[in-house]
């Protein structure tokens, strides 16, 4: 319900997300997002097998269906309110601030998600 009322706000031309942007400019951005993800996933994943008593087990399988299904969705959703609108009216003040508050906010909202927090 929620995606249908983003996506309907966007479409009524309600809500510019700033999505649509030189390519040079998208490139470079995607890039820099996908090497910094890929950078935070591999630190996370590292200091919860050193923390932890966690382990990776061959053959175990990765449960892409319900990835795609589930977690893709609510991702593009969240990508879209936290980065796109909050993001947005934050950056009015200055990027770093923008950053940092949107982070913020991401967090508190999350911080009592089952397993995330004790």
């Known amino acids: 319900m ?4 983003t996506v309907g706000t966007v479409e009524r031309g309600q809500w510019r997300l700033g999505l649509f942007v030189r390519p040079p ?19 996370c994943d590292a200091l919860i097998l ?13 449960p892409w269906i319900e990835l795609m299904t ?26 770093g601030v923008a950053i940092v508050l949107s982070a913020a906010i991401f967090a508190a909202l999350h911080g009592r998600n089952i397993g995330v927090s004790p």
């Open 25 to 43: 400019l998208a490139a470079r951005e995607l890039l820099f997002g996908l090497s910094f993800a890929v950078i935070l996933i591999l630190a």
């Open 2 to 5: 929620a995606t249908a009322v």
């Open 70 to 95: 589930v977690f893709f969705p609510a991702a593009i959703h969240e990508e879209l309110l936290f980065r796109g609108y909050v993001f947005q009216k934050l950056r009015r003040w200055r990027r």
């Open 50 to 62: 050193l923390s932890t008593g966690a382990r990776h087990r061959a053959g175990s399988g990765f």
